[in-house]
């Protein structure tokens, strides 16, 4: 059965948050420090990414840090972001650059998860068409519209596809309009479903929670979305990866350690 070959995950920053952003009506007043994750796939036919972090500069210069972040509080603080936690400097330590990436995919279009394409110029860029639509009504307030500018050019995708031999893209809504998961098959360990924020943490997995925060409200199809995840779970014999969960991120190799 085709394969990739590579998984290495990347900690682009962290974020800290009140529990209910992740699950929904339970965690009023517990606050937790989450890891904001990219993963960099390699293949037999290219490199690909699952989402790129946050925009650098809007975390480390003060005005527009205030002019994005501000109005969040006092649920969720401004994101922790080093220099060395930008993807060129990851590509670097394993002596590529952003033009060794093959195909850019965004799970969904919130600031820590796509901000960073302001790194990755002239990138293949794929993400739902339901998406970018919603993105582009102004709505959803994890949404950057600047961070949307070059969305023209991106290729839009309107259901489940392989990106290439061993790596399927999978249809979650809920969190967001178009938020897509993904299945990667690899040679050595059993097959890997990034969830995204399909599920910031395990307890979303474990307790068939929805994320606190979902389009137009639609828990339902939130909860679907992570009983989809887990029925094919069960029948690929995969692991399910959550997002935000710090406790599971530390047990993952630590980069540039990787999962094959």
């Known amino acids: 059965m085709p394969h990739a070959l590579k998984i290495w995950t990347l900690l682009t920053g962290t974020i800290r948050y009140e529990k209910i952003i992740s699950t ?12 904001i994750l990219a993963y960099l796939i390699e293949t037999p036919n290219g490199r690909i990414l699952y989402d790129v972090g946050c925009d650098y500069r809007k975390l480390t210069e003060t005005s527009l840090c205030a ?3 501000d109005c969040m509080r006092p649920t969720v603080e401004a994101p922790k972001m080093q220099a060395d936690q930008r993807i060129p400097h990851y590509l670097e330590r394993l002596g590529l650059t952003p033009a060794d990436i093959d195909l850019v995919f965004l799970g969904h279009l919130h ?4 901000g960073g394409l302001c790194d990755l110029p002239d990138c293949e860029v794929h ?11 102004g709505l959803d307030g994890g949404i950057f519209s600047d961070e949307l ?3 023209d050019q991106w290729h839009l995708q309107t259901g489940e596809y392989e990106l290439t031999p061993g790596v399927q893209a999978i249809t979650t809504p809920g969190h967001t309009a178009g938020h897509m998961s993904l299945l990667i098959r690899l040679p050595k360990s059993r097959p890997v479903i990034l969830c995204g924020d399909a599920a910031d943490l395990n307890e979303n997995l474990s307790d068939e929670i929805a994320p606190g925060c979902c389009w137009q409200n639609n828990v339902e ?12 779970a069960r029948s690929e014999h995969a692991q399910l990866w959550p997002n935000h969960d710090m406790i599971f991120f530390k047990s993952l190799p630590e980069f540039p350690l990787w999962c094959d």
């Open 67 to 69: 002019h994005y972040f």
């Open 127 to 137: 993400v739902h068409r339901d998406e970018l639509a919603a993105a582009r009504t």
């Open 24 to 35: 929904r009506n339970r965690g009023h007043g517990q606050w937790i420090e989450a890891p």
């Open 111 to 114: 600031f820590d998860h796509a």
């Open 149 to 151: 500018i070059n969305s």
């Open 221 to 232: 199809q939130a909860l679907a979305s992570i009983r989809k995840l887990k029925l094919l």
